[in-house]
């Protein structure tokens, strides 16, 4: 006895696949050889609206995520965006929680350990719009030869541009080789970091950028010493001297006005201290005080917050 071959009983009758318009698009074009904009529209179903929440999944349309995505205040038990699955936990923090609340808020750096101090430092010099300005006018053949140079560029376009509240420091810090478990100090940062920039800016044929740091951060000095006899002034008080921040004495003073008027203070030279004044030609009792010369149009003030104390 036979049985009944009930296999393609409730079977659909494939349609015929020539009579499709994707069929039709192949054949011409391996006719032609040419592919227009409309061949891809069509190949690719990218002519099919965009889905305005099917509650499902139209597999045959690109411009459909229903099956991804839960709608709101819906949930799914599959696709990747679970609403209470662990996927979307694993996917660390919500980006969009991250951003600035405008553009006028500055962004922050992320601190990868130990590098607070750094981070301070490239604030400050961010905000300075003169730096930042000669910063974004090096040649880009500069920035592919001076790699600091390159990933500052960045970190600033970033913190000017940028959404997020946060930037990472990583591309620079790593460009530095400094070591993000190491604390530094700020003020021997900024003097070797300057330093550093004062060589590789000297590349630049820009004007602006060239001598920027100096033109900003460089004055002088000179070391005055007066005889109290003749009233001369030595021949190494004429002689000045670069400074890219001033060191203050903070002990006992109660602010910057007061910490400046010591800086600036005379100095008695007598008794063990005389001075040997070339005019007398003997020694005498003389002055000693540092003056400005020349302020730059930023002035770095360093505090003196420690005291050494040598062994007794």
Known sequence: MSRHNT?????????DESASPSYAALKRIHSTGAITQDDIRQLYSVWKPVCQGCHGNTKDSPNCFCGLIPTTGGARKTGLWQKNGEHVGSLGPDPSKD???????????????????A?????CLYMNTSFRSGI???????????PVLDQLARLFAQLHSSKMAFIDSAPFIKTLELDNGVQQD?????TLFLSLLERSLSYSKVTVA?????????????HVTRCSSCGRDSEASSKMEDFYELELNIKGLSNLEESLDDYLSVEALNGENQYSCESCQKRVDATRCIKLRSLPPVVNFQLKRYVFLPKV
């Open 210 to 222: 060239k001598t920027i740091v100096q033109d900003l951060f460089r004055g002088s000095v000179s």
């Open 119 to 123: 981070n301070s430092i490239l604030q």
């Open 99 to 117: 951003l600035r609340a405008s553009t006028e808020t500055p962004a922050g750096l992320t601190n990868l350990g130990a590098t607070c101090y």
């Open 136 to 146: 974004f006018s090096l040649e880009p053949d500069i920035l592919k030869k001076q």
């Open 7 to 15: 296999r393609n009983k409730n079977k659909r009758p494939r349609a």
């Open 186 to 190: 700020s003020h021997e940062f900024l």
